[in-house]
């Protein structure tokens, strides 16, 4: 059974920085695409940035030049660093590996 594992979340000011961590346990190795999304209160989910499997990446224009996305396929780890961070960052944030893998959700609240 596969699960996603999300890590990292928590409350920080703004301009600071947070490092998020996902974990795909239950499979030998992922060779898709690996996001990250995220869910304002009252908005609907939206792609923060993506990674395949031989290191491309997309962004979303939001956080460009803010926000990097990478992944160790050996762990079937991904990781988010978010930097510059802004109110507008908050969200509950999602790992999402594929075909349709999700996880939980870790919180991201940024203080003004």
């Known amino acids: 059974q596969v699960r996603v594992v999300e890590s990292g979340g928590g ?31 009252g ?3 939206e792609l923060v940035a993506t990674v395949t499997a031989d290191g491309s990446t997309n962004y979303a224009d939001a956080v460009k030049g803010r926000f990097t996305i990478s992944r160790d396929n050996a762990k079937n780890m991904v990781y988010l660093q978010m930097n ?11 790992c999402k590996c594929n075909p349709d893998y999700w996880g939980q959700g870790t919180q991201v609240t940024v203080s003004s």
Do not use: E, F
């Open 84 to 94: 510059s961070l802004k109110s507008d960052d908050t969200g509950l944030y999602y």
């Open 11 to 41: 409350l920080v000011q703004a301009g600071g920085s947070l490092r998020l961590s996902c974990a795909v346990l239950g499979i030998i190795r992922t060779t898709g695409s690996m996001g990250w999304y995220r869910q304002a209160p």
């Open 43 to 45: 908005k609907q989910r």
